[in-house]
């Protein structure tokens, strides 16, 4: 049986390179539920899943990390986002109907790659990644290996059911490693989609580097959570004048508002509205109000 809904980091002890897998059932599965969207978007957004989860490993702070596809072709955005506490929630926008099978960036030709790293403090740093090749996982090693100068290997693969990403990356700021580098990523190479999709991290592990000493941390939980709030809601509201938001209320009954990520509802009446311009502004009490 496979790891779920785990990541879990591989350090090797006779050379300077990292790796990190993902295996993700439950969280994957729920994001999908919240839609319907055709199998097309599902691999897709399963593998944009599993490419957030393996470079979560990587933050060394408290933030989120967001990971953001966008074109004016007929697949409009595909998002996945992850925390430091490993939740993850994706969303994908498209324009009518999309052909059943068709590779990553030809989908997006024309358009933008984007990872976002929002730090609970500190300035948000965006990097543009390339649509280099074929596949989400071919850009995302063209990242690291011109921003980041960091020789790196990506696995991505999803079947609606299951997403599972692996990574191999040589250590940064570390030391000649051309030599280990050749060795371990023609090894890794090997791995086949069907591989990382079906078999534990012990199991893949050991088929790959038999021979190689390795050893692997504790696994690290994931989950699908989505942290919109009732607050975050009304902050956005405040983009719109008052006399435009008291408009709407009178028109329609109340602003509602679900969020895009988990379909959860916010709604706002002419109360809440005095309340998001009062100077004290803090919607999350007005629950218990009304
Ligand atoms: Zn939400």
Redesign the pocket.
């Given at each position: 049986m496979s790891s779920s809904d785990q990541l879990q980091r591989v350090m090797f002890e006779q050379a300077d390179i990292r790796s990190v897998l993902v295996g993700l059932e439950q969280s994957y599965q729920q994001a999908l539920s919240k839609h319907h969207y055709p199998r097309l978007i599902n691999i897709l957004l399963g593998e944009m899943m599993a490419a957030v989860s393996l470079l979560s490993a990587t933050l060394k702070f408290d933030g989120r990390l967001i990971l953001q596809a966008q074109s004016d072709n007929q697949l409009k955005v595909l998002m996945a986002e992850c925390n430091h506490q490993r939740d993850l929630?994706a969303i994908a926008r498209f324009d009518g109907e999309l052909p059943e099978q068709a590779e990553f960036c030809d989908l997006l030709e024309g358009g933008q790659l984007v990872i976002t790293i929002v730090p609970e403090q500190g300035k948000r740093y965006q990097g543009v990644v390339p649509l280099e090749g074929k596949r989400l996982s071919n850009c995302l090693e063209a990242y690291f290996a011109f921003s980041e100068q960091l020789p790196t290997q990506i696995h991505l693969a999803a079947d609606e059911q299951r997403a599972a990403g692996f990574l191999l990356q040589v250590m940064p700021a570390k030391g000649d490693s051309a030599t280990d580098w050749e060795h371990f990523s023609c090894l890794a190479a090997t791995l086949s989609d069907d591989e990382l999709l079906k078999l534990d991290n012990e199991t893949i592990l050991h088929r790959l580097f038999h021979e190689e000493d390795c050893r692997l941390f504790e696994a690290d939980s994931l989950q699908f959570k989505?942290?919109?709030s009732r607050k975050r809601t009304g902050e956005a509201l405040r983009y719109m004048t008052r006399e435009e938001l008291e408009q709407i209320v009178r028109d329609e009954g109340s602003i509602d508002i679900s969020?895009q990520?988990?379909n959860?509802l916010y709604q706002f009446d002419l109360a809440d509205i005095a309340l998001l311009f009062s100077d004290s502004a803090n919607i999350e009490g007005s629950d218990q109000l009304h």
């Open positions: 929630r989505c942290d919109c969020c990520f988990c959860e």
